[in-house]
């Protein structure tokens, strides 16, 4: 993926005559994007109407999504950030977030990927030796001057 100047926002599939669900966007200039995480309950209903993994969390942790936090540092933010995450499969089965969501390869991989090992050998000893004999001419004229001199 390519960063673009623009926000990308991706949507959930749904019914007819349903609203619009937002499942993820991707803020301007960055090559990676937000999801939600839903409370463990609500992933799983999500999970089997949709038919694919939501990403879930403690239904504990459900009272944090719908107080707003007064500071960046108020306990249930620093709960919420580390609150361990899950997935829940349409079939109910809970398991790690790493198995169903993988993330892409970072860029500086995949550039080393396309990267050749060895550079191709397009210089040649040409301009060197043009160099040598510019100099040498120098020489030979300096060394004639130098005899008239002394002459």
Do not use: C
């Not at 500071?71 to 079939?91: S, W």
């Not at 060895?118 to 004229?141: Q, Y």
Request: charged content about 20%.
């Amino acid at each position: 993926m390519k960063p673009t100047g623009k926000p990308i926002i991706t949507f959930e599939e749904r019914a007819a005559g349903s609203p619009e669900a937002v499942k993820a966007w991707f803020y301007p200039g960055f090559n990676y994007g937000h999801e939600f995480v839903y409370p463990k309950a609500k992933a799983v209903d999500l999970a089997k109407a949709n038919k694919q993994p939501v990403p879930s969390m403690s239904n504990e942790m459900a009272a944090n999504i719908t107080k707003p936090a007064p500071t960046k540092t108020a306990p249930a933010v620093v709960a919420m950030k580390q609150a361990p995450l899950r997935a829940q499969k349409p079939t109910e089965e809970e398991v790690g977030v790493a198995e169903v969501f993988t993330p892409p390869p970072p860029a500086a991989q995949t550039r080393a990927a396309a990267m050749p090992t060895n550079l191709p050998k397009t210089a040649s000893s040409v301009p060197l030796i043009g160099l040598i004999g510019l100099l040498s001419l120098a020489a030979a004229g300096l060394l004639r001057l130098t005899i008239a001199r002394w002459n």
